[in-house]
């Protein structure tokens, strides 16, 4: 990564004046690095601060939802078209000038791959535009990450640790703990979060190797008293060390406090917005709880966040034998409740599993679905696939076969048993699904309607749970506003 940014034009030494906060780890990184971004835009230039630090702040985070620009942002908004194309080009000239040079091909060899030219073009961009910090959300691990070419970091974050990418950083917590610490720096204050024993012996014993000041942080009890952009419970975590980076990260500025939490961090923490992350969308009869959960914990997580929404059947009062017996309340139909899910690249079966177990547990329903459709990632059966969520990462015919689907649904009827389970159905597109969701919603409206002509309660309300993959929810977003041209 550091010969693709010589042929750019630059030394990762330039990069020192972005003033960076690097960000790693499993679970969180994104909304970790979302929670900062928030905080410091609150002493961006506006009517509520008179005493402006930044003019602009930078956030690369990966992978997108619905645009490829969403990975470049400045002060919290997409780069727009024009700047994409503008920056995305003179980073592709710079390879091709410096390829020219030296006597070789300007063809596809002159390029590194996707995501390192992302990022190359994401440190041009905020280079270019005078950008005063930016937060730095790493890719994959952490030590040979193409993020890892910062040399002089503000700070650096280590989110929640668990299994995955094993392929690339390794089978146990201790290897993945290890790749994770490499953004740790030498003098540079470095934060993580409570993690397993075994994690954290290897981020301890990494960061005395590095001359490192390595912080655990605790969940603020204060938190409790936030109402989170981000409102899942296990949010509370991330933005616990979202506060320390950023605090560290503003200590090194005029006029702020290193004690108290100042409003703007308060302010940061309730109006930060991640699309897809833990997010709740309500349309005619249905309620959508989207989350982009795709490992296992995060599936656990985000299973757990569903089933805090779902509210436990009323109980009645036991009565002692003299008082007399209350009168019987008319019981109401039950909200149907509607899993959406893929993931077609990683164990689908032990993910869907996971979402199973942990429902069950959290409703004491051993059937957490009335009904679940499994889709492929593709947006649309007439359409296809919108360019931005295009994934090479998926075999072509397997997915034409609907073959994971298929598998899918086989092993969530196994585990919902023989009698009484969920409906399932496999669609070839997120449209379809989306649109068989609609209909029992429909139905559910209708048949609400007539239980509320012969005095019944109000309507009914589809709850429908979204996860299992980043490409699924960029879909099912693109889906749910209709499309657009991005």
Same mark, same amino acid.
């Given at each position: 990564m550091i010969e693709w940014c010589r042929r750019a034009g630059y030394e990762p030494a330039d990069f020192d004046r972005l003033r960076p906060i690097h960000v790693a780890g499993t679970k969180g990184k994104g909304s970790t690095s979302a929670f900062v971004s928030s905080i410091l835009a609150q002493y961006l230039p506006s009517p509520s601060q008179s005493n402006p630090l930044f003019r602009k702040i930078g956030l690369y985070t990966s992978p997108h939802l619905r645009f490829v620009r969403e990975r470049i942002k400045i002060n919290n908004e997409p780069l727009s078209e024009s700047q994409f194309a503008k920056y995305f080009f003179e980073t592709w000239d710079r390879l091709e000038e410096s390829a020219r040079a030296r006597g070789e091909p300007t063809d596809k060899t002159a390029k590194p791959s996707y995501f390192r030219f992302l990022t190359l073009m994401a440190f041009h961009t905020y280079i270019r535009e005078e950008v005063d910090t930016v937060i730095v959300e790493c890719g994959i691990g952490g030590e040979h990450d193409s993020t890892n070419i910062i040399i002089h970091p503000s700070v650096t974050g280590i989110t929640s640790l668990g299994i995955d990418h094993v392929q690339l950083l390794g089978?146990?917590?201790?290897?993945?703990? =290890?790749?994770?610490?490499?953004?740790?720096?030498? *003098?540079?204050?470095?934060?993580?979060?409570?993690?397993?024993?075994?994690?954290?012996?290897?981020?301890?014993? /990494?960061?005395?190797?590095?001359?490192?000041?390595?912080?655990?942080?605790?969940?603020?009890?204060?938190?409790?008293?936030?109402?989170?952009?981000?409102?899942?419970?296990?949010?509370?975590?991330?933005?616990?060390?979202?506060?320390?980076?950023?605090?560290?990260?503003? @200590?090194?500025?005029?006029?702020?406090?290193?004690?108290?939490?100042?409003?703007?961090?308060? @302010?940061?923490?309730?109006?930060? /917005?991640?699309? *897809?992350r833990c997010e709740t969308r309500r349309e005619k009869g249905i309620t959508w709880y989207i989350d982009s959960g795709h490992t296992l914990e995060s599936i656990r997580l985000a299973a757990s966040w569903f089933a805090s929404h779902i509210s436990p059947p009323p109980q009645l009062q036991p009565q002692s034998q003299s008082s007399p017996a209350p009168p019987i309340p008319k019981q109401r139909k039950s909200p149907k409740r509607i899993l959406l899910f893929n993931q077609q690249t990683r164990?689908?079966?032990?993910?869907?599993?996971?979402?199973?177990?942990?429902?069950?547990?959290?409703?004491?329903?051993?059937?957490?679905?009335?009904?679940?459709?499994?889709?492929?990632?593709?947006?649309? /059966?007439?359409?296809?696939? /919108?360019?931005?969520?295009?994934?090479?990462?998926?075999?072509?015919?397997?997915?034409?076969?609907?073959?994971?689907?298929? *598998?899918?649904?086989?092993?969530?009827?196994?585990?919902?048993?023989?009698?009484?389970?969920?409906?399932?159905?496999?669609? *070839?597109?997120?449209?379809?699904?989306?649109? =068989?969701?609609?209909?029992?919603?429909?139905?559910?409206?209708?048949d609400s309607g007539r239980e509320k002509d012969g005095d019944d309660e109000g309507e009914i309300e589809v709850k429908c749970l979204v996860t299992g993959s980043v490409h699924l929810v960029g879909g099912f977003l693109e889906v749910l506003e209709g499309g657009g041209d991005g």
């Open positions: 089978n146990t917590l201790e290897e993945i703990a =290890w790749h994770k610490a490499g953004i740790m720096k030498e *003098g540079v204050l470095a934060y993580t979060v409570p993690q397993a024993a075994a994690a954290q012996a290897v981020l301890e014993k /990494r960061a005395v190797e590095k001359s490192v000041q390595l912080i655990t942080v605790p969940e603020i009890p204060f938190l409790a008293n936030i109402k989170l952009g981000l409102e899942a419970p296990f949010q509370r975590s991330n933005a616990s060390l979202a506060i320390a980076l950023a605090a560290a990260h503003l @200590r090194r500025a005029p006029s702020i406090p290193p004690t108290n939490l100042p409003q703007e961090f308060i @302010r940061g923490l309730e109006q930060v /917005r991640w699309p *897809g164990d689908a079966p032990a993910l869907a599993r996971a979402l199973h177990s942990t429902l069950s547990s959290a409703l004491n329903d051993e059937k957490p679905f009335t009904h679940a459709v499994f889709c492929t990632n593709l947006t649309s /059966r007439t359409n296809g696939y /919108r360019p931005d969520l295009v994934s090479i990462n998926t075999d072509k015919k397997k997915v034409e076969a609907l073959e994971v689907q298929r *598998g899918l649904a086989n092993a969530w009827r196994e585990l919902d048993g023989e009698e009484g389970g969920a409906e399932v159905v496999v669609k *070839g597109s997120i449209e379809e699904a989306v649109g =068989w969701v609609r209909a029992i919603a429909d139905q559910e409206g209708e």
